[in-house]
């Protein structure tokens, strides 16, 4: 159950920003404290594609067998820590303002629940059938 959440509530993440970076990206950046600007607004909105299909292969996989939700998960907790890391040194850099922050510790929590879901799963050793 824990695992479905996850993953409904990752692709409703992902579906919401991507959507916000193809349509306001500079709305998007000025949250951050980043100034919009041709290139900005262009860059956020090709990045905006892949998380809408993000979204929807999430959607997906939530209602997978157990297996595919656990590397589902895996990977959804390595996106989002990483990707916390990189809003971090961000901040650290004074690249991003203080509002970047509770997203930050946000996704390393969601991270964090992610992976533990993922072993929780469990699943069939490496070349075993699934059970």
């Given at each position: 159950m824990l695992a479905k959440g996850l993953l409904t509530l990752s692709s409703a993440v992902f579906a919401a920003a991507g959507l916000a970076y193809l349509a306001v990206p500079g709305l998007a950046l000025d949250v951050v404290g980043i100034p919009s600007s041709p290139a900005s607004d262009f860059l956020l909105r090709t990045e905006g594609v892949p998380l809408l299909l993000g979204a929807a292969?999430?959607?997906?996989?939530?209602?997978?067998?157990r297996r595919e939700q656990r590397v589902a998960l895996a990977a959804l907790s390595s996106y989002y820590v990483l990707s916390s890391v990189i809003d971090l040194a961000a901040f650290a850099?004074?690249?991003?303002?203080?509002?970047?922050?509770?997203?930050?510790?946000?996704r390393?929590?969601?991270?964090?629940?992610?992976?533990?879901?993922?072993?929780?799963?469990?699943?069939?050793?490496?070349?075993a059938p699934p059970s």
């Amino acid at each position: 159950m824990l695992a479905k959440g996850l993953l409904t509530l990752s692709s409703a993440v992902f579906a919401a920003a991507g959507l916000a970076y193809l349509a306001v990206p500079g709305l998007a950046l000025d949250v951050v404290g980043i100034p919009s600007s041709p290139a900005s607004d262009f860059l956020l909105r090709t990045e905006g594609v892949p998380l809408l299909l993000g979204a929807a292969m999430t959607w997906i996989v939530r209602d997978s067998g157990r297996r595919e939700q656990r590397v589902a998960l895996a990977a959804l907790s390595s996106y989002y820590v990483l990707s916390s890391v990189i809003d971090l040194a961000a901040f650290a850099q004074g690249v991003v303002s203080v509002v970047s922050l509770p997203s930050a510790v946000a996704r390393i929590a969601i991270g964090t629940m992610c992976a533990a879901a993922a072993i929780s799963a469990g699943g069939s050793p490496a070349g075993a059938p699934p059970s």
